[in-house]
């Protein structure tokens, strides 16, 4: 008999589509009331953060692949698994996004 995963319970906020209108409208009207030349200079700053974006999105993935490829040398040489997408998929799931505490807590 096959048994199908229980459904993620996804809790769903209503009026969080107005708080998000409301933020933009926030945003826009402080916009509105910048003088021109800061205007000038927050969308060419904005410009260039388009630019850099991919390099530093480039730098994580490096990050997280070097992090893998350590994991899975771990793993093989205590002849575990193997290297697939299954496998990089419940690492990043389980460990790449958890964050350790700072020195001071420990």
């Known amino acids: 008999m096959a048994t199908t995963a229980p459904a993620l319970n996804c809790i769903r906020i209503p009026w969080l589509g107005f708080i998000a209108l409301g933020l933009l409208a926030l945003v826009v009207a402080g916009l509105v009331h ?11 700053s ?7 974006l991919p390099v530093l999105y480039g730098v994580v993935g490096l990050s997280y ?6 994991w899975r040398l771990l ?3 205590l002849g575990i698994g193997g290297s697939n997408w299954p ?5 990043f ?3 790449a996004l958890t ?3 700072p020195r001071w807590a420990s």
């Open 34 to 44: 910048f003088p021109a030349v800061q205007q000038k200079v927050l969308f060419q």
């Open 46 to 52: 904005l410009q260039s953060l388009l630019v850099w």
């Open 65 to 70: 692949s070097g992090r893998y490829w350590r």
């Open 75 to 77: 793993l093989g040489k």
């Open 87 to 91: 496998d990089w998929l419940g690492w």
């Open 93 to 95: 799931r389980g460990f």
């Open 99 to 101: 964050a350790p505490p």
